[in-house]
């Protein structure tokens, strides 16, 4: 093969691969790096989590080629309840009050992956090397070379840093980030329940932090299904993740509204450090940031990835219409479009953290008010729906 690309992305996760692929749809020559190995970042034990796609970004999966092999095992959510401490729901949002017919759907991450390294292994133009792993890069103004641990040399006219929060690319272009750690973590699993979720999502703000549950398709043995993302503060010995099997099972059957019924684990128990990293550039000379390795937040609203996606989709409009995917006034564009909605989003999920994360009285007194309020007001409402969709007025 040719060793010369129009671009090198590092890191071909659920952002890394659907710029790939999309590039390459565009007749761009594309190679994507990933340290490890497809297979193993198919399995639940690897990542057990479940995303939420919003509207916005299932047009870029769509885009892709994938949307309609991930749709296949996605569960439209049809009613966001946002209660409080257990409360009956405050807020309701329905989908047809936005004429829609969902707010996204809701699918496991390691089938999100398996859609895209199925669609890698076909797709023209595109090269997908995993497991690999990069020893190097080196950035001049006409081109980057990026050297890997076979002794191989590629180039091309621009590198992309999609390898997540830790981002190696990031570090290596010596790019500073801003952020900080939340003190939480999020507990996720699966879990089975006798009656049908009937396409609900719930958000119960607790003072620990906010407890999600999200309506997933039933099992292959009819089983209904949801997962959950239990935020919890605090030391990691008093984690519910150290609870004997039977307390386990007490405390998850607690935080499930009645009409669930019976509940049970139905998947491993992984916990997750949350905290935000930005990174103050999200371009250098002939380099791009996406995704998490510019911007990861908070999952309190899950937009990390639909935000992550909206980055793919800039980059693709501009390097489509381009004949040098690194040139610099492409790049100053991606990151002046993308700087201003991420951040926003940054602060919207910041915020919202800080407000629905304690028990101090005059705030919980503020925030079951203003939910209240807003559920009154349709055009907030129907903001906040539109939002929670992916799509913006
Ligand atoms: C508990 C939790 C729940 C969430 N729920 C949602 C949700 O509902 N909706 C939503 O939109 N977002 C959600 N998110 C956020 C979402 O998971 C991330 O935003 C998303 O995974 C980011 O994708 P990415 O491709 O940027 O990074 P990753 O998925 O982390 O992929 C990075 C890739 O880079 C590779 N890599 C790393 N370093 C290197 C290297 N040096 N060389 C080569 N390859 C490398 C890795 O192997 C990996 O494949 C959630 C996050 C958490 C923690």
New binding site residues.
């Given amino acids: 093969m040719s060793n010369h690309f129009d671009v090198i992305i590092?890191?071909?996760?659920?952002?890394?691969l659907p710029l790939a692929l999309c590039l390459a749809k565009t007749g761009k020559k594309v190679v994507c790096?990933?340290?490890?190995d497809p297979h193993k970042?198919a399995t639940e034990k690897f990542d057990g989590?479940?995303?939420?796609?919003?509207a916005g970004?299932s047009e870029i999966m769509t885009m892709a080629g994938v949307w309609e092999d991930i749709l296949k095992d996605a569960c439209p959510i049809k009613e966001i309840k946002i209660s409080d401490n257990g409360s009956d729901s405050l807020l309701n949002f329905l989908s047809d009050e936005v004429n829609g017919d969902h707010f996204g759907h809701?699918i496991e991450?390691r089938l999100v992956r398996r859609a895209l390294f199925e669609a890698a292994k076909n797709q023209e133009n595109l090269t997908h090397l995993a497991p690999?792993?990069?020893e190097k890069f080196e950035t001049s103004s006409d081109q980057v070379e990026v050297s890997l641990s076979n002794g191989d040399i590629l180039t091309a006219n621009l590198l992309v840093g999609?390898?997540?929060?830790?981002?190696?690319?990031r570090d290596q272009a010596e790019i500073r980030t801003r952020g900080w750690e939340y003190n939480q973590r999020?507990l996720?699993c699966i879990v089975a329940h006798e009656h049908p979720h009937n396409n609900i999502a719930i958000e119960d703000f607790r003072s620990a932090g906010p407890f999600a549950i999200?309506p997933m398709i039933d099992d292959d043995k009819n089983n209904h299904r949801s997962s959950i993302?239990w935020t919890e503060h605090g030391v990691k010995r008093k984690s519910a993740k150290n609870l004997s099997d039977d307390e386990f099972q007490k405390t998850l059957q607690n935080l499930f509204p009645d009409f669930y019924g019976k509940v049970k684990r139905a998947g491993p128990l992984q916990s997750?450090p949350?905290g935000l990293i930005h990174a103050e550039k999200y371009t250098g000379q002939r380099l791009a940031l996406?995704?998490?390795?510019a911007h990861?937040?908070h999952?309190i609203a899950?937009?990390?990835?639909?935000?992550?996606l909206r980055d793919v989709k800039k980059l693709v409009e501009l390097i489509s219409h381009s004949d040098d995917a690194g040139n610099e006034a492409l790049l100053k564009e991606y990151e002046r479009a993308r700087k201003i909605d991420n951040t926003a989003m940054i602060f919207a999920t910041d915020t919202l953290n800080r407000l629905f994360s304690n028990n101090i009285t005059p705030i919980r007194m503020a925030r079951r008010f203003g939910l209240k309020t807003v559920s009154k007001l349709p055009i907030a409402k129907k903001f906040f729906m539109k939002q929670a969709m992916g799509l913006r007025d």
């Avoid at 999609?162 to 690319?169: N, Q, Y």
């Fill in positions: 590092i890191g071909g996760g659920m952002a890394g790096i990933d340290r490890d970042q989590r479940t995303v939420a796609i919003s970004g809701i991450n690999q792993s990069v999609a390898d997540g929060r830790f981002s190696w690319v999020a996720i999200l993302v997750y949350l996406i995704s998490d390795a990861a937040i999952p899950g937009q990390g990835l639909n935000i992550g």
